[in-house]
T-cell receptor, first 114, second 111 residues
Framework: GAGVSQSPSNKVTEKGKDVELRCDPISGHTALYWYRQSLGQGLEFLIYFQGNSAPDKSGLPSDRFSAERTGGSVSTLTIQRTQQEDSAVYLC????????????FGPGTRLTVL | GQQLNQSPQSMFIQEGEDVSMNCTSSSIFNTWLWYKQDPGEGPVLLIALYKAGELTSNGRLTAQFGITRKDSFLNISASIPSDVGIYFCAASANTGNQFYFGTGTSLTVIP
């Protein structure tokens, strides 16, 4: 595919349930990022993967949030025991490896926790 | 942490008018990016700037990398209704791949 894809596009869940959000980066992009965007707000950095290096998890808001990237490509963001304040759009982006390489975003997953 | 101050927060303009928005920081950056986000979509890259003083155009859009490396601006000329959306700046010090994002400028174009 030409761009970053994310699934599902929308997810509605009940408070306390776990959710998994998926991101397929652009082929050849070794860097992958997850952001959270609350309604009408800017982008909140969550986590960053670069090749085989240890991920930068400094933006994860709590230990209920985790992410993995298998085979250096697809990434999954997992939120355990979801809370209503987790409701937001979760955006994934990917880029080439060099410093300052522009990030290209997916369409996002809109998560609603009831 | 490093912070980008983006202004204005929102703009309401008449179709055909020119638009200007900017981002400033107290930190020095080596790359500036401008994105546009339509409702329900992810941000789309508009312009990338890599050199202080660089002026780059993309159609009716023009962006400049400030000479001090602490700011950037985006101009849109002769606005049209499809320019409506939220515009974000982003900057990187190029130490790694981390970008910092502005808080966005919401643009409304009145036909």
């Amino acid at each position: 595919g030409a761009g970053v894809s994310q699934s599902p596009s929308n997810k509605v869940t009940e408070k306390g349930k776990d959710v998994e959000l998926r991101c397929d980066p652009i082929s050849g992009h070794t860097a992958l990022y997850w952001y959270r965007q609350s309604l009408g707000q800017g982008l909140e950095f969550l986590i960053y993967f670069q090749g085989n290096s240890a991920p930068d998890k400094s933006g994860l808001p709590s230990d209920r949030f985790s992410a993995e990237r298998t085979g250096g490509s697809v990434s999954t963001l997992t939120i355990q025991r979801t809370q209503q304040e987790d409701s937001a759009v979760y955006l994934c982006a990917s880029s080439l490896a060099y410093s300052g390489s522009p990030q290209f975003f997916g369409p996002g997953t809109r998560l609603t926790v009831l | 942490g490093q912070q980008l101050n983006q202004s204005p927060q929102s703009m309401f303009i008449q179709e055909g008018e020119d638009v200007s928005m900017n981002c400033t920081s107290s930190s020095i950056f080596n790359t500036w990016l401008w994105y546009k986000q339509d409702p329900g979509e992810g941000p789309v890259l508009l312009i990338a700037l890599y050199k202080a003083g660089e002026l780059t155009s993309n159609g009716r859009l023009t962006a400049q990398f400030g000479i001090t490396r602490k700011d950037s601006f985006l101009n849109i000329s002769a606005s049209i209704p499809s320019d409506v959306g939220i515009y974000f700046c982003a900057a990187s010090a190029n130490t790694g791949n981390q970008f910092y994002f502005g808080t966005g400028t919401s643009l409304t174009v009145i036909p």
